[in-house]
Structures are given as C-alpha cells and as structure tokens.
C-alpha cells in the first residue's frame, strides 16, 4: 500500500496571488498524475490520495510518499518563440521526493527529478510546459519503480 501526499511548492519565486494559484493548481496536477500512474504499475495492493481520503497506515507494508515542488518556473513564451532553439525562455520544474515506512516515518528512498522545457509552437504556453514535465515525472518515477520490482538497479553508465 502506498498514500500519495500534496507536495507543497517551496520555490522562492512564487510571489503573488497569480503565482500561488498555479503553484496550487501544479502540486494538485502532480498529486493526482502521482496517484493515477502508481496505480496504472500494479506494484500496489493499494495507492491513496492523502488529500481526498482520511487513511492511518494499517499493520500492513505501507509506503508514504510526500515531498516538495522546489522549482516552478514558467519562463518566457516569448523567449521561447523566438530563441528556444538556444535553450531561452526555458519552463523548469524540480521536484524532491521521500518514499517513508508509513509506521515509523523513516525514509525508505529518496529522489529527486528536474525538467526543463524550451521548445514549443511559437513558444508553447508555459502552464502547458510545466503540466507535462510534472505528468513525466509522475510517469518516469512509475518507470523506475517497475523496474526496480524486477531487479533491475540503476548503474554507472
């Protein structure tokens, strides 16, 4: 079983009630995209939105993951538009994430992932940027968790 919390947004940048608001909307978007591709894995008997649904860690194996969105940054469109070929204007996304025994609270595994976006058509809308690198987090942690079930570890390349 594993329980998906809201990852707060830290990111420095975030200043007004405009930024809030997709801050807001980004660490909802990631939760969700979180909870729908670790249960798409089958790797978990069960996956919970923490947000959604009131839930204490059982006698059962249970992971908690929770963490932080500590970049959020949309860029220029404009930048993008006209010298995103030479990486301008770029929409970066950051997020650190603990996988924690939901009994004891002790970190079980820690990542971390960061994106950047900088091409798109005449620039590509920086909200659209910053959905799909959080939807490509969610996707690739998935990923990395299969294989990891099959035992496959991560080498030196």
Request: overall charge positive; glycine content about 10%; proline content about 3%.
């Amino acid at each position: 079983m594993i329980g998906v919390a809201l990852f707060p947004v830290t990111d420095p940048s975030v200043k007004d009630d405009g930024d809030r608001r997709t801050a807001s909307s980004m660490a909802v978007f990631l939760q969700s995209e979180l909870v729908r591709r670790l249960r798409e894995s089958g790797l978990f008997a069960q996956v919970v939105n923490l947000t959604e649904t009131a839930w204490q860690p059982g006698a059962q194996k249970t992971l908690r993951l929770e963490g932080t969105i500590t970049r959020r940054g949309e860029g220029s469109q404009a930048a993008r538009a006209l010298f995103g070929l030479y990486g301008a204007g770029k929409a970066r996304a950051q997020s650190d994430m603990t996988f924690r025994d939901a009994q004891t609270g002790q970190p079980v595994m820690v990542t971390a992932d960061r994106r950047v976006a900088q091409m798109g058509f005449f620039g590509g809308d920086s909200k659209d940027h910053l959905r799909e690198s959080f939807d490509d987090m969610a996707r690739d942690l998935a990923k990395f968790l299969v294989r990891l079930n099959r035992g496959e570890v991560p080498g030196k390349q």
